[in-house]
């Protein structure tokens, strides 16, 4: 993948270290020279108020004077004919502007000095009469304090008049330059080499230091910055001047940017040191922070991430003391840029979300853009694209709106990755290459460096090998011009990769060696797991299959580290979806280790990978049930907390349904809720005295599973889809074995194949009549007997000696294989529920941690929700009449044939659920089962989400859910139970129990009952296998979650959950035992034998008692 090393430290700079122009020295430096959009400085401000301080000099001497932010302080003089004053504004702290009046009251251009602490302004005043000196503080939130002194006036001389005329010119050009417009910045330059000549003319030393100084600005602002480093190398090599020290200290900075943005960072890094003693002689604790914060990214940029973080600690000290608002927030922007430079995710998310919190971000639409594009990188490196699409969609609406070319650039840089990472890669081209476009006429090379190495992976992984040699090439001589370790690193890698593509194992080898000492500098952890991966890939073609082991152990490890290290489940789950690849090199690596060297474990070792691949966050949320993680945190948080998750959704809901030009605005909007949630997320985290006894849960070894949580007459078979292969592991309490299977694409071919077979029922064809449907059928439910004995001799056949020998079979799939039902596979010639009992788990490390929270209540105890009310004109709604309300503003439920029902609402919408007539029969059949002690029945208005929220369930060991469900294959957070949508006065309710709603349940239940549409599927991740419904009530506590593979039918459902409840509480069956007795009595049935109706039930959880 592009190296976010590279990506982070090259063009984040890319802007800033053009568009000095757009930034008022000393508030930030290269590279955040674009903080504060600059405009010709109005006399306005400086007239218009009443001043509040007035002074009048009569003699020789000087003022002190503190000004608050904004306001104006008046100084006068009167001079005599042909006499001269010498005037000195101190700036102490704070930065001011002077505007001098001449005797008849002509304003002359403003004067500013942005050197920093101890700056001057020098006035000389020559014309006879009484003159003014305007002072203006130029703080918006700080005080400013100076010191006015004036020599006691003396008779002119023609240096007096050169030298005031100097001071006017540069003030014209100053003014002229900060205008920053093409035609101001030519108007200025003749300005200010006459300002530098007549500077010369009297040997004046701080003027033509300033003059040199304004020019190289300048000439670095229209990007031409080897002559910026000429002129200030002219200006540090002059006698140091006393009382100039911010003057010199200022040209140092000046040749440190521009050295920096030619790509000499080492002599860039100097000249900062330099500037910084300077600065620190003057006790200028802002510059030395600005120095800092630019040394950091200057380290970055180099790959010396540790170095980096040193300065940036020292920056963000600083800034916090000076209580130096926008520079804490350029520092968090270039933290968080340190730590995704370093791999460390979670840190660089905070760093960014602090800095986006920060009312000052808004004032600096550079800094809020750049981080903006630091949060889509992160994001595409978490695989929370929608999120990463929307922060690049606000960024690049910034940058527009600032005109910043080069800051779209680095938007579209991001564009480009995030592309990649969703195998885009024409997308990602045409990203990569019209960023290259922008760079088009500079010399900058270092951006260009970094983008010709992105595009080169783009082209390597779309298998276009000569292009990524070429643009790889390319990168690699000028990153290793410009001394760029982290790019001169990503591109050997990449080089080798290809190199070991083609089989050239010496030059691979070299390429590696050479990248991994120039990786070792960087510490990502990100590009050294990448560059291990590759060494194991080489190790094992040269056939050292141990060292291969070695390396890949390191890269799973360093992976692992990064998950761990990320506080929320689901960006844990979308990073870990991301790093497959590696689990699945390393699970292959060991079976062929297992084939050259059997009976030594490998296998079994294989399997541990197996597991460490799966379903982690939902086993860290089992092992940290029963952890009171919200005890002691205050009840605003909680509610807020639910309060935006509810706008999250509704925005997501939004999204989904707008058209493409809306849907930038939503995202922007999803951005900010989501940045506020996790804000919220993480006080309650730090508030809530509940999480520090949080550690991860444990994957399980295959040995540990079959000695201590597998019974006799059990056999797990776990699968894993590789690639180029997969794989079987049947373990039982006494043995594993393992076998091979064809690839993923293979296997998802042929179930695809045979879930569509099997769910033709649910196909609506336009204009079929009932003839042609049920040829349709006949025809589906032959080719489902078909493509499920080619399964059958696929997933069934090598593990059959040991499923003969065994009575239960714990399903662990993954991929297209997590939505077929294993129990209609034929197995013997019949299907495989006939002879065995069959559960579903996402993982096997999950058994331990089920079996330690099982609910041992002595008897069941029961809550059944069913036959809601959705629709106002619901004969049920009696009392809605009785109100008098407007019986015409009900909106009808659409009629559908009760022959054709199903617990699918996808094509209905909210408002218009057909009522589950057998909803309620199945309902009342259950609960005929238990005393009315042991039952809670909720049927129409009682049926109702509140219920569900305000329910104490840890009294409660069986949860019946039969009811309408909405399952989002797409956005899992928009999945849900629909409950009554109406009260009994016919006034319309929120009755949609939302995933997030069931995430906060604590719900301890032995068993959860959905008894609704495909409420077993959802969004299917490489890692965590599906999202959806019965995985949040496994968040919420429950151990067991009986659900449905597709749209189920309302009579054929109720047949079975009635002689599924007869096994579980009259028979005292396990509920897989149950639930087997159940599909076999329908399997045997007239009406119902097809598997249609009783397959697409499953039981994921325990399969004991």
Avoid at 203 to 219: E, N
Avoid at 485 to 512: P, V, Y
Avoid at 759 to 785: C, D, F, G, Y
Wanted: hydrophobic content about 40%; glycine content about 6%.
């Amino acid at each position: 993948m592009p190296d976010f090393a590279v990506r982070n430290g090259i063009l984040r700079s890319l802007s800033n270290c053009l568009l000095a122009a757009v930034f008022a020295f000393p508030v930030f430096a290269f590279p955040v020279l674009a903080q504060q959009k600059i405009e010709p400085s109005p006399l306005s401000p400086y007239l218009d108020p009443t001043p509040t301080i007035t002074r009048v000099f009569t003699t020789a001497g000087e003022f002190t004077d503190t000004l608050k932010p904004q306001s104006v302080a008046s100084y006068s003089i009167s001079l005599n004919a042909g006499d001269v004053a010498s005037l000195r504004l101190l700036q102490t702290t704070g930065e001011v502007g002077a505007l001098w009046l001449d005797p008849a009251r002509q304003p002359h251009s403003i004067r500013r000095n942005d050197s920093g602490r101890n700056s001057a302004i020098p006035f000389t005043l020559i014309a006879a009469g009484s003159q003014e000196i305007r002072v203006r503080c130029l703080s918006t939130s700080t005080d400013c304090t100076l010191t006015l002194s004036a020599q006691t006036p003396r008779p002119a001389s023609a240096s007096d008049t050169t030298r005031g005329n100097a001071e006017d010119e540069l003030a014209e050009g100053d003014q002229l330059r900060r205008k920053a417009t093409a035609e101001s910045r030519a108007a200025a330059s003749p300005v200010l080499d006459q300002a530098l000549a007549s500077a010369k003319e009297i040997q004046d030393g701080p003027l033509i230091r300033r003059a040199l100084y304004l020019k190289a600005r300048l000439a670095y602002e229209t990007r031409q910055f080897a002559q910026a480093r000429d002129l200030m190398l002219q200006a540090v090599a002059m006698p140091e001047s006393p009382d100039d020290i911010a003057g010199t200290a200022v040209c140092w900075k000046m040749l440190g940017y521009s050295y920096a943005s030619m790509g000499e960072l080492d002599r860039g890094l100097s000249s900062y040191a330099e500037a910084r003693k300077f600065y620190a002689r003057n006790k200028d604790a802002l510059n030395q922070e600005i120095l800092n914060e630019n040394s950091a990214r200057a380290h970055r940029i180099l790959g010396e991430n540790g170095l980096a973080l040193e300065e940036l600690t020292a920056a963000l000290e600083e800034a916090r003391s000076i209580h130096d608002e926008r520079g804490l927030v350029a520092s968090l922007e270039e933290l968080g840029n340190i730590h995704l430079s370093r791999g460390d995710l979670q840190e660089a998310l905070d760093a960014y979300r602090q800095a986006i919190q920060s009312p000052e971000i808004e004032k600096n639409p550079t800094t809020h853009a750049h981080v903006l594009n630091g949060l889509g990188n992160i994001y595409t490196e978490l695989g929370e694209y929608a999120w990463a699409q929307a922060a690049f969609d606000q960024s690049v609406a910034l940058w527009r709106q600032i005109k910043d070319p080069m800051g779209e650039a680095y938007a579209l840089d991001g564009e480009a990755f995030l592309a990649y990472s969703q195998a885009d890669y024409p997308q990602s081209f045409k990203m990569h290459l019209a960023a290259l476009d922008l760079l088009t006429g500079t010399d900058l090379e270092r951006e260009r460096a970094s983008i010709l190495e992105e595009l080169g992976e783009s082209y390597e992984a779309a298998g276009q090998k000569s292009n990524a040699v070429e643009a790889l090439s390319k990168a690699l001589a000028l990153a290793q011009k410009l001394n760029l370790r982290s790019i001169e690193a990503a591109c050997l890698r990449s080089l080798g990769e290809i190199a070991l593509a083609a089989g050239d194992t010496d030059a691979a080898q070299k390429q590696f060696e050479q990248s991994d000492k120039l990786d070792a500098t960087t510490l990502d952890k990100r590009e050294q797991a990448h560059l291990m991966a590759d060494r194991a890939r080489l190790e094992r073609m040269l056939g050292h299959l141990e060292q291969a082991r070695t390396d890949i152990e390191s890269a799973v490890s360093t992976i692992e580290s990064s998950r761990t290290g990320i506080r929320s489940a689901e960006s844990r789950t979308s990073y870990f979806d991301n790093q497959r690849d590696y689990y699945d090199f390393y699970i292959s690596l060991l079976m062929q280790m297992d084939r050259l060297h059997p009976g030594q474990s490998y296998a079994a070792s294989a399997f541990n990978i197996s597991e460490r691949a799966r379903a982690r966050s939902l086993l860290d949320t089992l092992h940290e049930s029963g952890v009171e993680t919200d005890r002691g945190v205050a009840p605003a948080f909680i509610g807020r907390e639910r309060e935006l998750s509810n706008q999250i959704e509704a925005k997501l809901q939004q999204l989904t349904d707008a058209e493409e030009k809306d849907a930038p605005a939503i995202r922007t909007q999803l951005l900010s809720l989501g940045g506020e949630y996790d804000a919220v997320e993480n006080e309650i985290r730090s508030q809530g005295s509940g999480y520090g006894a949080l550690v991860r849960g444990k994957t399980i070894f295959a040995g540990d599973l079959g000695q201590h949580l597998l019974d006799p007459n059990a056999v797990l078979l776990e699968y894993w889809l590789g690639e180029k292969e997969s794989y079987l592991w049947a373990i039982t309490s006494t043995s594993t074995t393992t076998y091979r299977l064809p690839s993923l694409s293979a296997l998802q071919t042929q179930s695809s194949a045979l879930y569509a077979a099997l769910t033709a029922r649910n196909t609506a064809v336009p204009n079929e009549t009932a003839e042609t449907r049920q040829l349709r059928i006949q025809k589906a439910e032959q080719a489902s007997e078909r493509d499920g004995i080619a399964l059958e001799r696929l997933l069934l056949q090598p593990g059959a000696q040991t499923l003969h020998q065994h009575t239960s079979v714990v399903i662990v799939a993954e991929g297209p294989l997590s939505s077929l039902p294993f129990q209609a596979l034929p197995f013997d010639g019949k299907p495989l529920i006939e002879t065995h009992q069959v559960v579903y788990l996402p993982s096997a490390s999950l058994l331990p941690e089920l079996r330690r929270n099982q609910n041992r209540s002595p008897h069941p105890v029961l809550a059944v929700f069913a036959d809601p009310v959705f629709s106002p004109d619901d004969p049920r709604v009696d009392k809605a009449l009785e109100k008098g309300l407007d019986n015409s503003a009900r909106t009808p439920a659409s009629p559908i044939n009760s022959d054709a029902l199903t617990r699918s609402s996808s094509d209905l919408g909210l408002d218009q659920f057909p009522r589950l007539s057998y909803s309620r029969e199945e309902a009342q059949a259950i609960g005929q089962l238990l005393p009315e002690r042991d039952r809670k029945i909720a049927l129409d208005f009682d049926a109702n989400r509140d219920a569900v929220l305000n329910t104490d369930w840890s009294r409660y060991t069986i949860v019946h859910f039969s009811t309408h469900a909405l399952v989002d294959d797409v956005h899992p957070d928009l999945s849900g139970i629909v409950l009554s949508l109406m009260n009994p006065s016919g006034q319309q309710i929120d009755g949609f129990l939302r995933v997030h709603d069931i995430y906060k349940l604590h719900m301890p239940a032995d068993l959860v009952v959905l008894s609704a549409c495909r409420t077993a599927l959802g969004k299917k991740t490489r890692g965590e296998g599906v999202i959806g419904l019965s995985r949040a009530f496994s968040y919420a506590g429950s151990h067991k979650v009986l659900a449905t593979l597709w749209n189920v039918n309302d009579r054929a459902t109720a047949a079975l959950m009635e002689n599924f409840y007869e096994g579980l509480l009259k028979q005292g069956l396990s509920p897989a035992a149950a639930l087997a007795r159940a599909q076999r009595t329908l399997a045997h049935s007239k009406n119902w034998h097809s598997p249609y109706f009783w397959a697409p039930f499953i039981l994921l959880g325990d399969w004991q008692q």
